[in-house]
């Protein structure tokens, strides 16, 4: 609960990925904060390196749609929209590769957002997802600078690893206060002797059991047109992805669809070529518990990686609230959840464990393992995340004056 002493508590001045464009971890956290905060949301960009791709023109001419029209107010992701809440889309160079790139973005990013931080009726708490903020810390009037580590960015596939690590050395040391999403993440020699509190990602169970605002679950008409059994991954497509596993579950299907449903961004060239397996755009999120519902078996065939030994997936908890048998990859993020599905370490163990659960469904016993996801909602997620950000509720990391680029901290 927010203590009610705090009538107007501070705004909160977030950067992070586009709002609206999928539910990512910190858009479920702040936008249950938006009743009891005036939020400042602001669109970055990544780091991904360029290639000459649709995906890559569309990603593009999303971010130049954005920047001719830089500031929305009251915008939210879907049907939602809050006065709270504004949306900026600031002007930024598309690389962070070198120093001479990392002071142009700090200088177009502090020229834009000053003006708008100087209206506010108080300095806000910064909030970053992604390490690109590092050289803002000190150049910005801002109350504390929080780092909410979602992911390893620099491990991620197709993005400047070098670039990222530099800027994340820099963040760490430099907030106020680092928030983690995983063990793995809490575990950084920047944060060595600091306390990282850890915040594992929530699930909204109302959404994945009832649909979105009292809505069904009717799947889309599009599934109707694939063979059963269907056997459903959803999310990025890229090279954290087991091709091994794919294929071997593949081979094992004498009927049924594999169906890969997300965003591609540049898979490994073999999965194009398995047997029944599928390939779609994402959907919208208030369209996931209807796909759901039209699969036999949620699937996450994620390979043995720096990366995903690191990550905390949302929907690993959104496939647990489905109701349906889940099937994945044993990582750290899912072996806390052994006893309410099935994970591999192996193709052939994936594929069997996937075609024993077409046979028999969700087991009684990992159905009553999940009743313990009630205490895995959103909302007590983002009020203790709201207790840690504000002022004085752990210790500070060490942060320096802003320094000149370069150098050391």
């Given at each position: 609960m927010r203590d009610p002493s705090r009538a107007n508590p501070a705004p909160l001045f977030v950067f992070a990925d586009d709002w609206g464009r999928h539910p990512s971890s910190c858009q479920h956290l702040i936008g249950r904060l938006l009743d009891d905060r005036r939020v400042i949301w602001v669109n970055t960009i990544g780091t991904r390196t360029p290639r000459l791709d649709w995906a890559t023109a569309s990603r593009?001419?999303?971010?130049?749609?954005?920047?001719?029209?830089?500031?929305?107010?009251?915008?939210?992701?879907?049907?939602?929209?809050?006065?709270?809440?504004?949306?900026l889309n600031p002007r930024m160079w598309p690389s962070f590769a070198n120093p001479l790139a990392r002071w142009l973005n700090r200088e177009l990013l502090r020229k834009q957002l000053a003006a708008v931080i100087a209206g506010l009726p108080e300095p806000p708490i910064a909030i970053a997802t992604p390490p690109i903020v590092a050289d803002l810390v000190g150049a910005l009037p801002i109350r504390r600078w929080i780092y909410y580590r979602v992911d390893d960015f620099a491990e991620w596939p197709g993005l400047d690893g070098r670039a990222l690590r530099i800027m994340e050395d820099r963040l760490v040391e430099r907030v106020d206060q680092t928030i983690a999403a995983s063990e793995a993440l809490q575990d950084h020699p920047g944060l060595a002797g600091r306390h990282v509190p850890l915040l594992t990602h929530g699930v909204d169970l109302d959404h994945w059991r009832r649909g979105p605002e009292g809505k069904g679950t009717d799947p889309p008409d599009w599934m109707a047109t694939l063979e059963a059994p269907r056997i459903v991954f959803w999310g990025v497509v890229d090279r954290r992805m087991d091709v091994s596993f794919l294929k071997r579950l593949a081979e094992s299907l004498d009927r049924g669809t594999i169906v890969l449903l997300g965003p591609s961004s540049d898979p490994d060239?073999?999965?194009?070529?398995?047997?029944?397996?599928?390939?779609?755009?994402?959907?919208?999120?208030?369209?996931?518990?209807?796909?759901?519902?039209?699969?036999?078996?949620?699937?996450?065939?994620?390979?043995?990686?720096?990366?995903?030994?690191?990550?905390?997936?949302?929907?690993?908890?959104?496939y647990l609230a489905t109701g349906k048998p889940v099937v994945a990859r044993?990582?750290?993020?899912?072996?806390?959840?052994?006893?309410?599905?099935?994970?591999?370490?192996?193709?052939?163990?994936?594929?069997?464990?996937?075609?024993?659960?077409?046979?028999?469904?969700?087991?009684?016993?990992?159905?009553?393992?999940?009743e313990r996801l009630a205490g895995e909602g959103w909302e007590a997620k983002a009020r203790l995340f709201e207790s840690w950000i504000a002022d004085g509720t752990a210790p500070p990391s060490r942060r320096d004056a802003a320094l000149p680029l370069g150098a050391t901290s």
């Open positions: 593009a001419g999303e971010k130049l749609a954005q920047w001719l029209s830089p500031r929305r107010r009251g915008a939210a992701g879907g049907e939602r929209s809050h006065p709270n809440l504004t949306v060239p073999a999965i194009g070529s398995l047997p029944r397996v599928v390939s779609r755009l994402a959907v919208p999120y208030n369209d996931l518990p209807g796909v759901a519902q039209a699969a036999s078996a949620l699937i996450m065939p994620y390979a043995d990686l720096p990366v995903t030994r690191a990550m905390q997936p949302l929907k690993l908890k959104e044993t990582l750290p993020s899912t072996r806390p959840w052994a006893d309410c599905l099935d994970l591999a370490d192996a193709p052939e163990e994936f594929a069997l464990a996937v075609m024993a659960r077409l046979k028999t469904g969700l087991p009684a016993s990992q159905d009553r393992a999940r």
